[in-house]
């Protein structure tokens, strides 16, 4: 009985004293949370706005989803939650998800200041331009 006890402590415990680390990781990933704001087309005209959810797996690498909506009513791009991975090099994040049809696969480069997300954009059709997200 006493042993079942020990035992019974021991894992309360262990369970007790991993929850904070599992929290403190949790907050100080910059990137965790809501990000929406618009996306332009290079030029400087606004073409819509995304949202993207993120979070780091490890110490180099990205997982989430994203979305976006489009003023053009004749885009081809899928506007539901698609996957995003990808990885980040100091303070640099490069990433990557597939929109499908006139947009086809897009490549992030963002970085991170305080409630701010900007960055570039290029899809595999050439085009190209940036985006300036908040935190929500």
């Known amino acids: 009985m006493k042993i079942l006890l020990m035992a019974f402590l021991l894992i309360c415990t262990s369970v007790a004293s991993?929850?904070?680390?599992?929290?403190?990781?949790?907050?100080?990933d910059p990137?965790?949370?809501?990000?929406?704001?618009?996306w332009d087309v290079a030029g400087g005209r606004h073409s819509g706005d995304?949202?993207?959810?993120?979070?780091?797996?490890?110490?180099?690498?990205?997982?989430?989803?994203?979305?976006a909506s489009y003023f053009n009513p004749r885009s081809t791009c899928s506007t539901?939650?698609?996957?995003?991975?990808?990885?980040?090099?100091?303070?640099?994040?490069?990433?990557?998800?597939?929109?499908g049809g006139g947009c086809g696969k897009v490549d992030v480069v963002?970085?991170?200041?305080?409630?701010?997300?900007?960055?570039?954009?290029?899809?595999e059709h050439g085009r190209n331009g940036t985006f300036r997200l908040s935190k929500k």
């Open 110 to 123: 963002f970085s991170i200041q305080g409630d701010v997300m900007s960055g570039t954009w290029a899809n």
């Open 50 to 67: 995304m949202e993207i959810e993120a979070r780091m797996v490890d110490d180099a690498n990205v997982q989430g989803r994203m979305k």
């Open 18 to 28: 991993a929850q904070p680390a599992e929290k403190a990781q949790a907050t100080s």
């Open 80 to 99: 539901a939650w698609e996957t995003l991975s990808g990885t980040k090099k100091g303070d640099t994040f490069f990433a990557r998800y597939d929109l």
């Open 31 to 38: 990137l965790i949370g809501t990000w929406r704001g618009p």
